[in-house]
């Protein structure tokens, strides 16, 4: 039996040396010269321009059509986000199927033609939800302090690093994939906590998994205060920063730190994103295109963001980002290209600038995405929320003293009912809600009182009799995805509720999902009631008719 084993062992090191040799013969390398400022790609001076794109975000089946876009535009890579809370909604699954297929994604870019700068986290930012993060770590630990070396994190930090990087090993570059770069966090010189045990962890975790010759990067804001904690030692350093008519000036904070080796911009901002409530952004596409010319003159590395400035991401508190609504919009948008496909000006200008520095692929334009106007859809009322309950809610309610996280009753998104019985009469007293987040919906039997909400107010009045149900209707509009905040990021109600300034005690709690709702064994009930300008939160359904080609 020995013997046999020796012979297997053998034979294993055989394939594996003879695949590396094959690997040596066909050049297949990418690596850092330090000496001449550049990278080096299959041994010869390689400069990138990438663009940004979000697999996440764009539906699977249009994600060759962006990519051509990408390429046609002149660039030969893109830049992407891995968002762990994707791929791991739930602590015990994982899915890398259908629209969360990575491998699937990486290998069309491949086929495109363009190389791939991987921004494997943990953490992204990428103004999404929790900056990648999955909620159901706070029902583990609501305490867990993230971005550190903290027990709860990085227990499950070390769980999805050992899912997620052996994936991308065969698609390395120097295996015969698209990958030329993987990046450890995210813009770490941004965040408080300044862990050097955390983020030498990660690189350590990302060699034993992708192998020493893997180029290892950090990407950071453009000043020497932001890579003092972004640093990592044996990992390249790069910067990020928008529109610039000094690149020398830009870059100067990468080359204190990196003073020899290639010039990278890892997000030059061609636009600039939205938060809520606040005007719409807009960077001129002239001065956009004129910074880009002087960095690649510059001799720089751009990676560029093309989907730009037409998400509604968030709210700025002067210290965080709490994302809000995380759905992409395309009107008045800013960026080289929109979100459904569409080729912009700004794509036509940026195309030229980079056309003089990169041959165009002989290929032509895509067409941007057809779309057509279906008219009006008519919406029948259904039921209301309290009608539908034991659709929306099938296991029935949490009971509990007082008001709970959603995270703890594993309610991750959306949406999740507070129900409290009055205990006495009430007249036009006020109910305090000082822990919701992000906004409330109040009702006393199916009657609308106000709205609460985390940013503007938090107090409402209400009105009932004994016995009355009042109801909390409470939606996550996102966690807090950049700055200290994402440790202050559980949703629901996180504090005790008063009426008059008396605490109320006994709960229900009832998690909602949409996902098996059945209009037609719903009870119709006696309709929506409406006051004070606001109706009972109702279901409604509509039919839509889409004819035509695709």
Wanted: proline residues 6%; negative net charge.
């Amino acid at each position: 039996m020995a013997a046999v084993s020796t012979v297997v062992i053998v034979f294993i090191t055989t394939v594996i040396s003879f695949s590396a040799l094959i690997s040596k013969v066909n050049g297949a390398n990418f690596t850092i010269d330090y000496d001449k400022n550049t990278f080096l790609k299959d041994g010869k001076p390689f400069r990138y321009v990438s663009g940004s794109i979000h697999y996440s975000r764009v539906p699977q089946y249009y994600w060759k059509d962006r990519l051509l876009k990408m390429h046609a535009a002149g660039l030969n890579a893109i830049q992407l986000y891995v968002p762990w809370n994707i791929h791991q909604p739930e602590k015990d699954k994982y899915d890398f199927s259908g629209q969360q297929d990575l491998v699937a994604f990486l290998q069309t870019a491949q086929d495109v033609g363009l190389l791939v700068v991987m921004r494997a986290g943990p953490y992204i930012c990428g103004e999404w939800d929790f900056g990648g993060f999955p909620a159901w770590i706070l029902k583990e630990n609501p305490t867990t302090v993230f971005r550190t070396m903290d027990p709860t994190y990085i227990k499950y930090v070390d769980q999805w690093m050992d899912v997620l990087l052996p994936k991308l090993k065969p698609l390395l570059y120097n295996n015969g994939g698209p990958v030329i770069m993987v990046q450890i966090e995210n813009e770490y010189g941004s965040y408080f906590a300044c862990d050097k045990n955390y983020t030498t962890h990660l690189r350590d975790k990302a060699r034993f998994h992708l192998g020493k010759d893997v180029v290892l990067f950090t990407t950071d804001g453009s000043s020497d205060g932001f890579l003092k904690c972004g640093y990592i030692p044996e990992v390249y350093a790069t910067v990020d920063f928008g529109v610039s008519y000094n690149p020398a000036g830009s870059f100067k904070a990468q080359r204190d730190y990196e003073p020899h080796g290639p010039l990278v911009n890892s997000e030059f901002y061609t636009g600039w994103l939205d938060h809520w409530g606040q005007k719409h952004s807009v960077t001129d596409t002239n001065k956009v295109a004129k910074s880009l010319d002087l960095l690649l003159d510059y001799g720089a590395n751009i990676n560029m963001y093309m989907f730009e400035g037409g998400t509604n991401f968030g709210f700025w508190n002067g210290a965080n980002y709490a994302p809000f609504q995380p759905v992409p919009t395309s009107y008045d948008y800013d960026g080289p290209l929109t979100e459904a496909g569409d080729i912009t000006d700004k794509y036509l200008e940026l195309r030229q600038i980079i056309s003089k520095y990169l041959p165009l692929p002989d290929i032509p334009i895509p067409p941007s995405t057809p779309k057509a106007n279906y008219g009006e859809v008519q919406m029948k009322f259904v039921a209301t929320l309290q009608d539908a309950l034991s659709q929306l809610s099938p296991k029935g309610p949490i009971k509990t003293q007082y008001p709970v996280t959603m995270e703890s009753i594993s309610q991750y998104q959306g949406f999740a009912l507070y129900r409290y019985t009055l205990k006495k009469n009430v007249v036009s007293q006020t109910l305090a809600v000082p822990g919701i987040r992000d906004r409330g919906y109040v009702m006393v039997d199916k009657v609308p009182q106000g709205v609460v909400v985390r940013e503007k107010s938090t107090n409402v009045t209400i009105t009932g009799k004994q016995g009355a149900t009042l109801d909390i209707l409470v939606e996550n509009q996102g966690h807090i995805n950049f700055g200290s905040g994402i440790n202050n990021n559980t949703k629901g109600i996180i504090q005790n509720v008063t009426l008059d300034g008396e605490m109320l005690v006994d709960w229900m709690v009832f998690p909602l999902s949409l996902d098996n709702i059945n209009p037609s064994n719903i009870p119709l009930g006696d309709g929506p009631k409406s006051a004070a300008g606001l109706m009972t939160p109702s279901i409604y359904e509509g039919k839509l008719t889409i004819s035509g080609s695709t």
